[in-house]
């Protein structure tokens, strides 16, 4: 749960709390930060600790690229400023004695929040709608495989993946009884860390699972989104399994998403909701999703960032290749749901489960903003299978294809900035030069002989 500083306080005189984690968001969505002894952390909450700048600037595998005009070897590799919301101050519950804070990223020198950081990203966003009288409210769908074996464990062993299961167990009971004794404790664990978990469910793969949360302000949801995700992968290591968010961890199994529905409230009412109009759309949620529409492939990246991002999107997966817009059809990449009622609101099914959500809803907050502006027109919503049109725009096929629309975008240029759109576009240029230097199994079993 969320406690008050003055809760953590006498948790610590208490000798209930000795460790406080202290964290940050970096570019893939991870938590980064350091553990203080608690009393030291009561000594710093009010000011700040520091990092140094390559926790914005890494890859997957925590390398340190160039190419970045925010850091560099040539600049030194110097420090940011973490300054510690003490609103986010939790309970880690599978952890003894611990305790997490969420910190905001700031310039060193200036004290200026980094533009670039995620956390900011969407703040910003926040902001423009709620200078619009907007209030964005996002719930996200968490979907990850559980291994057996421990990272460590398959790592030793050549990253040979046997999943928990061995069939399809979606919405299996029995199945999922078999997994209870991790999916437990993650449920029970998360939510008395504060997060507004409702429950899971088995997915349609073996060994996939789904975690679903109550919807929340969009900040709220994206801080309990990586909190749960990170929490995911502690609880699945100390039961001897692993959990992994990779979109697509094998060619003949279906990938794993993270969908996200979204809505705009104001003055604590739906503005998605019109009674009087067609589906129950308002013209602000028409306007919305045309801009959602209207820019997807400019924004995929924030969805998609990485290689094996794209290898997700395959016909009859569940997973979308066509950018069009439906009432209740998993076929397309945007469905209205709720249709008629003040639940009304609209899902992405762009995201992998690989998505920053920070970034992603930024970005898609972004062109449903710029839809409402621009008073943009909404199509018709698609009706059939979009995985068998030809004449719908297609998905960036690769994450190059993204990377070019990213640049290529005025829109997100005006929404975050040429310098993060730069720092951005470099992280996923970094990615596509480290694939393509790589060897692959597949390259040598197909032409180690033949070729």
Not at 274 to 303: C, N, Q
Request: net charge negative; glycine share 8%.
């Amino acid at each position: 749960m969320t406690i008050s500083f003055d809760d953590l306080k006498t948790r610590i005189q208490s000798g209930a709390i000795d460790t406080v984690l202290t964290c940050l968001i970096d570019m893939q969505g991870r938590l980064m930060g350091k553990r203080f002894h608690a009393e030291a952390f009561l000594q710093m909450a009010g000011d700040e600790t520091h990092c140094c700048n390559y926790l914005l600037a890494t890859d997957l595998a925590m390398a340190t690229p160039d190419g970045y005009a925010s850091t560099s070897w040539h600049s030194g590799y110097g420090d940011y400023a973490l300054k510690p919301d003490l609103t986010t101050l939790r309970i880690v519950p599978w952890l003894p004695g611990t305790a997490m804070c969420l910190c905001d990223v700031l310039d060193h020198h200036s004290h200026a929040p980094v533009p670039f950081a995620p956390r900011q990203m969407l703040k910003d966003q926040i902001a423009q709608a709620q200078g619009m009288g907007l209030q964005p409210i996002t719930a996200t769908e968490l979907e990850f495989f559980l291994f057996q074996g421990t990272h460590d464990d398959i790592a030793r062993g050549g990253f040979r993946l046997q999943p928990i299961s061995t069939y399809n167990e979606d919405y299996n009971i029995f199945q999922t009884s078999k997994e209870e004794y991790v999916m437990r404790p993650i449920r029970n664990h998360l939510r008395a860390m504060g997060l507004p978990i409702e429950g899971s469910k088995g997915e349609a793969e073996a060994g996939q699972e789904e975690l679903n949360m109550t919807y929340a302000d969009a900040l709220a949801t994206a801080d309990h989104h990586t909190l749960a995700k990170h929490g995911v992968k502690e609880i699945a290591h100390q039961h001897g399994l692993a959990a992994s968010f990779l979109p697509k961890w094998h060619k003949d199994r279906v990938g794993s998403a993270s969908h996200v529905h979204q809505s705009l409230w104001q003055d604590g009412q739906n503005a998605f909701f019109d009674a009087d109009r067609p589906l129950g759309k308002s013209v602000v949620m028409d306007h919305y999703i045309a801009g959602l529409v209207a820019y997807a492939a400019e924004y995929t990246y924030f969805l998609a960032p990485y290689i094996n991002s794209y290898k997700r999107f395959a016909k009859g997966t569940f997973a979308p290749t066509r950018i069009v817009w439906s009432v209740d059809n998993r076929t397309a990449a945007f469905r209205l749901c709720g249709a008629g009622t003040r639940a009304i609101r609209i899902e992405c099914r762009l995201p992998g489960a690989d998505m920053n959500p920070y970034l992603a809803s930024a970005a898609m907050l972004a062109a449903g903003l710029r839809g409402i502006r621009e008073e943009l027109p909404l199509p018709k919503p698609f009706a059939g299978d979009a995985y068998a049109d030809d004449a719908c725009q297609h998905v960036p096929h690769s994450l190059r294809e993204a990377r070019e629309a990213l640049i290529g975008s005025d829109m997100l240029t005006q929404a975050f900035g040429a310098d993060t759109i730069a720092h951005y576009a470099r992280a996923a240029e970094w990615e596509i030069e480290e694939f393509n230097r790589v060897v692959t199994d597949y390259e040598i079993a197909r032409g180690l002989e033949q070729a």
